[in-house]
């Protein structure tokens, strides 16, 4: 989606040029009024409330209490010692748009670890003229030749493994035939609470165990058409660098485990992988490796299975995950359901570099300089000043938006929160979000002294 330009707003305008004139007046009434204005500022101690209250840098409250865009679901609180800043409606799930690869980042590292890598395999066929490429579950397996980095940056590619093919039967037939293994995934493909315009406007592709550069149109374009039929593509191309005339042949059969090897390339390790996912979020590769930790977890090979398998990889780390419904990774589906409560207690320990996820703590885009919050103007009017100081993962659907972040240390302390504006599809609630997460981050210690 294309967002617009940030759009000022007279109030908070008006708050920014005469701080010291409103400040203590707006937090008296909040005080009595929080509830009818529909935000409330949890009870974090009447030292909270006096420090923030002082602090003409401190707007959280009363941006929170003014929220216009669509419905706020807000959870905020100290990365040090996990006390509550700002909450409303904080432990209702809600949809989550892309903040969902969080949860399937942590997964990831906790479950494979951070140094795995996936292997795409080719062992030889049945037949003496036959080869069989086996899937090994890495989308960013490329096309491209070798030095040529496509829209992931150190993957394996197709020529490197021809190569190792041809070495490796020297002597023998030439190959006439290419078969495939893709059973460690299993069907459907395609997420049926997933929209088809996700295909079409490139945002993911089928879910398949075989496929290269995420199965787009243009390996370089992040955003470029997916196809119907990634698992021809990738053979298909394979095929082409063995030689002239080879056959395809895409109806998956069985390899025995002992096979040997005529060649095996590796994906980046699951560490570079997570950074990749959540700085541009890509939704073919949160799918991917939410299967991997479903297969890793005993819990299946197929959608149904992520629920358990996430929930299971992230039993150690003290997230609840007891309101959490999973139906896909990436949080492409409109039907996943997740409470703010949950994203801000996963980014407390991911900003700590709790049970070893500092992998995910570094892919975390940093406000108006890399990723998803470097685009759309983000960051820019009043909430400029937190560029740089402010780092998360956004999340888009067509009715809601939101972000999940910690910010820099003010007056020692950070905070790390979830904000999710539902039930709205003017791209101005990312200013709303940006302003609110600047203003968390201008609040820092302050708001949470006792």
Not at 278 to 302: K, P
Not at 372 to 396: C, D, I, M, N, P
Request: proline letters at 6%.
């Amino acid at each position: 989606m294309t967002d617009h330009q940030p759009r000022q707003r007279g109030a908070r305008a008006f708050l920014l040029r005469y701080p010291r004139a409103v400040f203590l007046v707006v937090v008296l009434l909040l005080s009595a009024t929080a509830t009818a204005i529909g935000a409330t500022v949890v009870d974090a101690g009447a030292g909270t409330r006096a420090s923030a209250a002082a602090d003409p840098r401190c707007t959280a409250p009363d941006l929170a209490a003014h929220w216009s865009a669509g419905q706020l679901f807000l959870d905020a609180r100290s990365v040090r010692t996990g006390a509550s800043v700002l909450a409303h409606r904080a432990d209702e799930p809600t949809q989550t748009g892309s903040t969902m690869k969080l949860l399937t980042a942590a997964a990831a590292v906790t479950t494979l670890g951070p140094d795995h890598r996936f292997t795409t395999t080719v062992v030889a066929g049945t037949a003496p003229d036959a080869v069989v490429l086996v899937g090994g579950g890495d989308p960013t397996l490329s096309r491209l030749p070798t030095g040529q980095d496509g829209v992931s940056p150190g993957a394996p590619h197709l020529d490197d493994l021809a190569r190792q093919v041809v070495a490796s039967r020297a002597g023998l037939p030439p190959v006439r035939v290419v078969q495939v293994d893709t059973d460690l995934f299993d069907g459907p493909a395609w997420n049926p609470t997933w929209p088809e315009s996700a295909r079409t406007s490139g945002s993911v592709s089928n879910i398949t165990a075989l496929m290269v550069d995420g199965d787009r149109d243009d390996p370089t374009d992040a955003y470029s058409m997916r196809s119907s039929a990634a698992v021809s593509r990738a053979a298909t191309a394979f095929a082409a660098l063995l030689g002239p005339g080879v056959q395809v042949e895409t109806v998956s059969v069985p390899v025995p485990a002992d096979a040997e090897p005529l060649g095996t390339v590796r994906s980046a390790p699951v560490a570079d992988l997570v950074a990749t996912l959540l700085t541009h979020s890509d939704d073919t590769l949160a799918e991917v490796l939410a299967r991997h930790v479903a297969i890793a977890e005993g819990t299946g090979r197929s959608f149904a299975a992520i629920q358990a398998g996430t929930t299971k990889a992230l039993r150690d780390t003290g997230i609840p995950t007891a309101d959490l419904r999973l139906v896909d990774g990436s949080g492409l589906s409109g039907e996943d359901r997740v409470p703010a409560s949950a994203m801000t207690a996963l980014m407390r320990v991911v900003a700590t570099h709790g049970h070893g996820l500092a992998p995910v703590d570094a892919g975390l885009a940093v406000a108006g300089r890399t990723g998803t919050l470097g685009e759309h103007g983000r960051f820019s009017g009043v909430a400029r000043e937190a560029r740089g100081h402010v780092r998360g993962k956004t999340g888009t659907l067509d009715d809601m938006f939101g972000l999940t972040g910690v910010t820099d240390e003010v007056d020692g302390d950070r905070i790390a929160f979830t904000v999710f504006a539902e039930g709205t599809a003017d791209p101005a609630a990312r200013q709303e979000i940006d302003a609110l997460a600047a203003a968390l981050w201008q609040c820092g210690g302050r708001a949470t002294t006792h």
